[in-house]
Nanobody, 118 residues
């Protein structure tokens, strides 16, 4: 089992920055990728950014050049630095971990609210 706890959400004005943190605990060795998803009211949950155990990253087109995903393996932490925030970035942001075990359901955090005011 893997437990994920997000922090760092809040209210920020458009153009501002926030850094989200995700603390992972449990069977960390079983994770092959960690990512951030978000879900806005009335919309489906969408991938924001992902980082693999090998360090490769991938971003949604809507956040490329503004958001950066990173990790501190020694601390079992994953971060999402969000710059130049826009009102459309408003959503609940969830930390996600994908297991190396094929067919194993993903692990999810409880989510943290990010609100960007115009």
């Amino acid at each position: 089992q893997v437990q994920l706890v997000e922090s760092g959400g809040g209210l920020v004005q458009a153009g501002g920055s926030l850094r989200l943190s995700c603390a992972a605990s449990g069977s960390i060795f079983s994770i092959r990728a960690t990512g951030w998803y978000r879900q806005a009211p009335g919309k489906q949950r969408e991938l924001v950014a992902v980082i693999t155990s090998g360090g490769s990253t991938n971003y949604a087109d809507s956040v490329k050049g503004r958001f950066t995903i990173s990790r501190d393996s020694a601390k079992n932490m994953v971060y999402l630095q969000m710059n130049s925030l826009k009102p459309e970035d408003t959503a609940v942001y969830y930390c996600n971990a994908r297991s190396i075990v094929v067919g194993r359901p993903d692990y999810w955090g409880q989510g943290t609210q990010v609100t960007v005011s115009s």
